[in-house]
């Protein structure tokens, strides 16, 4: 087991605020506890929910590190004494319960994939959150099959990215929305059947002309607020309205006559409050079905940006201008 320093450098919230609370400090390593290994980190990737922690929007559980950070790449540098079949020196890729900000982070073991050959720490780090979600949330949750049609908004985004590949991957047409023909342009050439360009065009109309007006099977939706009526209206009989985040509003007004005409299913989930256990479930399903696709090149993590730890705000900044394409990402080592 390699010497490991007392102290190490992270990336501190200050207090409820703008990119600039977002400060490096010195902190304790990582405590771990008997199923987690503590990780050298060689990058992180930054998340939405990053964001919301900082700003104040989004309270950490309990049990969670303070710091930032939901996603990593590194090395195992420690084990705790049910760590499972990891050893010091694997390279992994992890889901963690915050803490990714630093130059190590704790994570339970069931939660930590191979890092696959051939990609970079960045590449690595930024897979974790986006694969976990997707995957739980379209494939298992939304039981998207082949020859379905699925509807991705914010198909630009980490997690859009992640879920038009899954998607194609799966045999679905796919249709996404974003915010510029540029977005479009990228959807496109990740796989997507149709993009459509919510600033210029009515989504809807362009939906029920893609379709023919016969619907979508599966929708995936980050916006809610007043998508939430609309998306509805484009539900295919049994089709199921998978929501995962609400940055349009928390409120919305529901027709429930076509909920039971239609027979449709509303379904809705957060990944970081999930158990130990769940998540684990989560990640074998991921290393199963997902990352074959990752090592064969058919799902990759397509980083736009990526920022030395100690610039945390400017990634933060360029997360919340939503310029990016793709995964964002800090470079530890």
């Known amino acids: 087991m390699p010497d490991l320093p007392k102290d190490m450098k992270g990336i501190q919230i200050l207090e409820p605020g703008g990119p600039d609370v977002l400060v490096p400090k010195v902190c304790e390593l990582p405590i771990i506890k008997n199923t987690e290994v503590l990780i050298k980190v060689h ?5 939405r929910p990053d964001c919301l922690q900082r700003a104040g929007l989004y309270v950490a559980p309990k049990d969670a590190s303070a710091l930032p950070g939901l996603e990593v790449s590194g090395e195992i540098v420690a084990t705790g004494t049910n760590a499972g079949d990891w050893n010091v020196g694997d390279k992994v890729a992890a889901l963690t319960h915050g803490g990714g900000y630093a130059e190590y982070c704790a994570a339970e073991f069931s939660h930590c994939l191979p890092w696959p050959v051939g990609l970079s720490a960045e590449e690595a780090a930024t897979l974790p959150e986006t694969t976990f979600t997707v995957y739980h949330n379209l494939m298992d949750r939304g039981e998207l099959q082949r020859g379905e049609v699925v509807l991705i908004h914010g198909g630009s985004s980490g997690i859009g990215s992640t879920a038009i590949q899954i998607a194609k991957a799966a045999g679905a047409t796919v249709i996404v929305t974003a915010g510029s023909q540029e977005k479009c342009d990228y959807c496109l050439r ?4 149709f993009a459509i360009d919510y600033n210029t065009s009515d989504f ?3 939906v029920r002309d893609i379709q023919s007006d016969s619907g979508v099977d599966v929708i995936l939706d980050m916006v809610a607020g007043a998508y939430v009526k609309k998306n509805i209206g484009l539900l295919a009989l049994d089709g199921r309205y998978i929501m995962i985040a609400f940055l349009g509003g928390i409120r919305a007004e529901i027709n429930f006559g076509q ?9 809705g989930s957060t ?3 999930q158990s130990v256990s769940q998540k684990a479930v989560i990640a074998s399903q991921v290393l199963s079905h997902v990352w074959p696709l990752v090592v064969d090149g058919q799902v990759t993590s397509n980083v736009y940006a990526s920022f030395p730890l100690t610039d945390a705000s400017e990634a933060h900044r360029l997360m919340e201008s939503s310029g990016h394409l793709g995964k964002i990402v800090l470079k530890v080592i």
């Not at 909920?259 to 379904?267: E, I």
């Open 43 to 47: 990058a992180a990737g930054v998340n």
């Open 190 to 193: 990740l796989g997507a059947d």
């Open 204 to 206: 809807v109309q362009e």
């Open 259 to 267: 909920f039971l005409a239609k027979r449709l299913v509303l379904k």
């Open 271 to 273: 990944l970081r409050p």
